[in-house]
């Protein structure tokens, strides 16, 4: 969005982004590329919408987020099937799939997460945490890639959007909260011997996203403000 690209939530489109041009994406984009995969490699897939909770406390709009719930194993000799909750597009998540039927604690190396039933939820909501804080809450209802195109236009268009007032690209390099992140031009490394923070020249953002990221751009994005 910051480059004023169009956004195709279409499957083969998100794949041909993200893996055959080596770009980023938020929520929609990279589980929607992710749900692609996974459904030609013969897994059942459900797109879950999900309303993350913003630094006030409060929920996000409707189809604020995009997840997973990917179904494995046959039964019989193939084992009992089991259902995970997969999500590669929320930022600081887990990084493996976490069991959807399990309520209690689930230890991941970026956390011990836990899944439970929504507290004065609609319906059948289940709420996700994180180290004991509400990340977002999870409808149960499989919904269609094009249901997430009104929250997807918000977030690209809206003041409100933390996507419009900030320019950022991440991604975990390791186990635990290993980290890098390159938000305008302050690039943040996270490891075990720390934090590393540096402001880059304008010379050198290009390069940062292709070493750290994969990433080929042109030219620099637009950050916030001057769109």
């Known amino acids: 969005m910051h480059l ?24 929609y984009e990279l589980n929607g590329a992710f749900a692609h995969l996974l459904t030609a490699l013969g897994y059942r897939v459900s797109l879950l919408a999900a309303r993350m909770v913003m630094p006030d406390g409060s929920l996000g709009i409707p189809y604020d987020h995009l997840a997973l719930r990917v179904e494995t194993g046959q039964g019989g000799a193939a084992g009992a099937p089991r259902s995970w909750l997969v999500d590669v597009g929320a930022g ?12 209690g604690e689930q230890s991941d190396p970026a956390g011990v997460f836990r899944i439970a039933e929504a507290d ?10 994180r180290d004991g804080t509400l990340q977002y809450r999870l ?7 094009a249901d997430f195109e009104p929250g997807c236009w918000w977030h690209r268009t809206s003041p ?15 186990t635990g909260t290993d980290r890098v992140t390159l938000s305008g031009r302050k690039l ?11 402001t ?28």
Do not use: M, N, W
Request: charged residues 35%.
């Open 120 to 129: 004065g939820g609609e319906g059948d909501d289940l709420e996700v945490f």
């Open 160 to 174: 409100k959007s933390p996507f419009t007032r900030s320019l950022v690209c991440s991604r975990p390099t390791g």
């Open 139 to 145: 409808e149960q209802r499989p919904r269609e890639l």
């Open 200 to 227: 880059l020249a304008e010379d050198e953002v290009l390069g940062a996203y292709r070493k750290h990221f994969g990433i080929a751009l042109d030219r620099v994005p637009e950050e916030p403000g001057a769109l």
């Open 188 to 198: 943040v490394i996270t490891d075990a011997s720390g934090k590393l923070e540096r």
């Open 4 to 27: 004023g690209e169009e956004i195709v939530l279409e499957g083969e489109a998100l794949v041909e982004k993200v893996v055959q041009a080596g770009r980023g994406g938020f929520c």
């Open 92 to 103: 600081a998540h887990s990084l493996y799939p976490l069991d959807y039927r399990e309520r």
